[in-house]
């Protein structure tokens, strides 16, 4: 009967074990266009590996291991037994391998590993005469292998979902150590009692990892929030778009990767481009940011009525030569300031079409269309005087906020304004003088559009995991983006960002733009 309480205690750790070594492997084919891609290669699996394995190992040192109690039956009658006070003195776990595996499988096993326990043992007969008798037991195990083959797999929801496809587990030696009571007869059965306990162990404890995989894991991975607001507008989806899959030693993940409005979601009818399996192992991560993903953020914010703005004196610092007036715009707009002579104006700026965005080798450039209507304010009036068609072309920089909670900046570096009129309820308006006016004015236009997008986009984040370093390729489409992960909440990683921009003076689609002093004085002598 003693028996029966070794085995139960050793299954349980044997079980908690494999369950914390199998959470441990979840870092992760018909191809799926994604608009955002997650590569972690086998550097990075190792990182996880070398992060993980000291924190297993604490956490099985420092594990409460319940006190074990029941009644069972014996030729002499009912026994009531018990096993109290266990503690696990030593774990060694050191070695481990893990191993991703084509289509979507991540192998990982522990070999020679061992752990040795203490604990106190009871037993007292129901009946009379009342037998008992109690004393300690030391057990220790050796050569100790897991092996777990685990499919990483997505549900219809696309959350990422696993499936353990293969498990072994075996012990090389056990030995069981009686101390008190009648302690020297029991140990002339220890062999015995060895064997059984080996035995009973290995038939129950892959079954019962194999289910833990299948409820607690799964439960775990369905709450993975794969959504992150953006701002009181938008939101983005990383949900996954197909299974994860392993190529050349990296596991792929393939996200969504698409923005959408929260008060009127839908698909952006962007194309999506195909995105090439590349690996490249000198970083553990690499990050695909898709010229898709870019131009559902432009129809997101399209569909959210945000590229709207009513441009008043209000927005204007008052350091700048510049007035929101008919009396201001005389020598580039005649026909208004004869109109309406000394009137205050505003501008209704709408953005009709969603901005695109253009990835290639040289850079990233976009387009934005739409209208500029301008307003005459008389008293609590507003007269419509005429509508402008406008088209910018922007030269696009991107930077990286890299921490635990990592982001995307799109920062306009330049504009190049085209206008023309559209209507007019003050006769024929030539614009050439104003595009003039609107080409010089370009370092005015670029801090105030920057000003207004100026959220960034949330890339995944996982808890107490950072990225860290940074290097990028171009390419038709889209950028990748090379990192590295760090773990370490000790040192508060919240806390810690580094910043990186993807392009310098060199990039050539960037204008070099005066500075202020400079654009005043060109805007005066015009």
Same mark, same amino acid.
């Given at each position: 009967r003693i028996q029966i309480l070794f085995e139960s205690a050793m299954l349980k750790t044997s079980l908690f074990c494999c369950y914390i070594f199998s959470l441990s492997l979840l870092s992760g084919i018909k191809a799926v266009n994604p608009g955002f891609r997650f590569q972690v290669t086998q550097k990075g699996i190792n990182y996880a590996r070398d992060v993980l394995v000291p924190i297993v190992t604490d956490t099985i040192k420092t594990t409460k291991i319940p006190d074990i109690s029941q009644r069972v039956d014996t030729? !002499?009658?009912?026994?009531?037994?018990?096993? $109290?006070? @266990?503690?696990?003195?030593?774990? %060694? @776990? $050191?070695?481990?391998? !893990?191993?991703?595996? *084509?289509?979507?499988?991540? @192998?990982? =096993?522990? =070999?020679?590993?061992?752990?040795? &326990?203490? *604990?106190?043992?009871?037993?007292?007969? /129901?009946?009379?005469?009342?037998?008992? /008798?109690?004393?300690? !037991? %030391? &057990?220790? =195990? $050796? $050569?100790?292998? !897991?092996?777990?083959? @685990?499919?990483v797999d997505t549900d219809s929801k696309g959350q990422p979902h696993v499936t353990p496809k293969g498990c072994n587990f075996n012990i090389g030696s056990l030995s069981v150590k009686f101390h008190g009571g009648a302690s020297w007869l029991y140990n002339l059965f220890s062999s015995s009692i060895e064997s059984t306990i080996k035995d009973q162990v290995k038939k129950q404890v892959c079954p019962m990892v194999n289910e833990e995989i299948q409820s607690d894991l799964n439960q775990i991975l369905a709450t993975v929030d794969l959504e992150a607001d953006i701002d009181d507008n938008c939101y983005i989806d990383y949900s996954l778009v197909q299974a994860p899959f392993v190529i050349s030693d990296a596991l792929f993940v393939n996200g969504k990767g698409e923005i959408y409005a929260k008060r009127r979601p839908s698909e952006c009818p962007s194309p999506k481009q195909e995105l090439p399996h590349t690996v490249e192992d000198g970083h553990m991560v690499t990050l695909w940011v898709t010229e898709y993903m870019l131009n559902t953020a432009g129809y997101a914010y399209q569909q959210a009525d945000f590229l709207q703005y009513n441009l008043t004196s209000e927005d204007i610092p008052e350091k700048l030569p510049i007035r929101m007036t008919t009396d201001f715009f005389k020598y580039f707009l005649p026909p208004l300031y004869k109109a309406y002579p000394d009137k205050n104006l505003s501008l209704w700026i709408n953005v009709t079409k969603p901005i695109t965005f253009d990835i290639n080798t040289a850079g990233v450039s976009g387009k934005a269309e739409g209208t500029i209507t301008w307003f005459v304010l008389d008293g609590d009036n507003e007269i419509e005087a005429f509508t402008l068609d406008a088209q910018l072309d922007l030269c696009v920089n991107i930077s990286l906020h890299l921490g635990t909670k990592s982001e995307i900046y799109l920062d306009l570096i330049t504009v190049e304004p085209y206008i023309q009129l559209k209507s007019s309820n003050i006769g024929n308006v030539s614009v050439d003088a104003l595009q003039s006016f609107l080409k010089l004015s370009r370092s005015l236009i670029v801090p105030f559009i920057n000003g207004i997008v100026k959220k960034g986009i949330p890339l995944p984040s996982f808890e107490g995991i950072a990225f860290s370093g940074f290097d990028f390729s171009l390419h038709n489409g889209y950028i990748q983006i090379y990192t590295d992960v760090k773990y370490d909440p000790s040192k508060m990683l919240d806390d810690e960002t580094e910043t990186y921009t993807l392009f310098d003076d060199s990039f050539e689609c960037k204008i070099k733009l005066s500075g202020l002093a400079a654009v005043i004085d060109d805007i005066l002598h015009f």
């Amino acid at each position: 009967r003693i028996q029966i309480l070794f085995e139960s205690a050793m299954l349980k750790t044997s079980l908690f074990c494999c369950y914390i070594f199998s959470l441990s492997l979840l870092s992760g084919i018909k191809a799926v266009n994604p608009g955002f891609r997650f590569q972690v290669t086998q550097k990075g699996i190792n990182y996880a590996r070398d992060v993980l394995v000291p924190i297993v190992t604490d956490t099985i040192k420092t594990t409460k291991i319940p006190d074990i109690s029941q009644r069972v039956d014996t030729p !002499v009658g009912h026994i009531h037994f018990s096993l $109290s006070s @266990i503690k696990i003195n030593s774990v %060694d @776990i $050191s070695h481990t391998s !893990v191993k991703l595996q *084509a289509p979507s499988n991540v @192998i990982g =096993a522990i =070999a020679n590993a061992r752990l040795s &326990m203490h *604990a106190n043992w009871h037993y007292r007969e /129901d009946s009379w005469p009342h037998i008992s /008798d109690s004393g300690s !037991v %030391d &057990m220790s =195990a $050796s $050569s100790i292998s !897991v092996s777990l083959n @685990i499919l990483v797999d997505t549900d219809s929801k696309g959350q990422p979902h696993v499936t353990p496809k293969g498990c072994n587990f075996n012990i090389g030696s056990l030995s069981v150590k009686f101390h008190g009571g009648a302690s020297w007869l029991y140990n002339l059965f220890s062999s015995s009692i060895e064997s059984t306990i080996k035995d009973q162990v290995k038939k129950q404890v892959c079954p019962m990892v194999n289910e833990e995989i299948q409820s607690d894991l799964n439960q775990i991975l369905a709450t993975v929030d794969l959504e992150a607001d953006i701002d009181d507008n938008c939101y983005i989806d990383y949900s996954l778009v197909q299974a994860p899959f392993v190529i050349s030693d990296a596991l792929f993940v393939n996200g969504k990767g698409e923005i959408y409005a929260k008060r009127r979601p839908s698909e952006c009818p962007s194309p999506k481009q195909e995105l090439p399996h590349t690996v490249e192992d000198g970083h553990m991560v690499t990050l695909w940011v898709t010229e898709y993903m870019l131009n559902t953020a432009g129809y997101a914010y399209q569909q959210a009525d945000f590229l709207q703005y009513n441009l008043t004196s209000e927005d204007i610092p008052e350091k700048l030569p510049i007035r929101m007036t008919t009396d201001f715009f005389k020598y580039f707009l005649p026909p208004l300031y004869k109109a309406y002579p000394d009137k205050n104006l505003s501008l209704w700026i709408n953005v009709t079409k969603p901005i695109t965005f253009d990835i290639n080798t040289a850079g990233v450039s976009g387009k934005a269309e739409g209208t500029i209507t301008w307003f005459v304010l008389d008293g609590d009036n507003e007269i419509e005087a005429f509508t402008l068609d406008a088209q910018l072309d922007l030269c696009v920089n991107i930077s990286l906020h890299l921490g635990t909670k990592s982001e995307i900046y799109l920062d306009l570096i330049t504009v190049e304004p085209y206008i023309q009129l559209k209507s007019s309820n003050i006769g024929n308006v030539s614009v050439d003088a104003l595009q003039s006016f609107l080409k010089l004015s370009r370092s005015l236009i670029v801090p105030f559009i920057n000003g207004i997008v100026k959220k960034g986009i949330p890339l995944p984040s996982f808890e107490g995991i950072a990225f860290s370093g940074f290097d990028f390729s171009l390419h038709n489409g889209y950028i990748q983006i090379y990192t590295d992960v760090k773990y370490d909440p000790s040192k508060m990683l919240d806390d810690e960002t580094e910043t990186y921009t993807l392009f310098d003076d060199s990039f050539e689609c960037k204008i070099k733009l005066s500075g202020l002093a400079a654009v005043i004085d060109d805007i005066l002598h015009f």
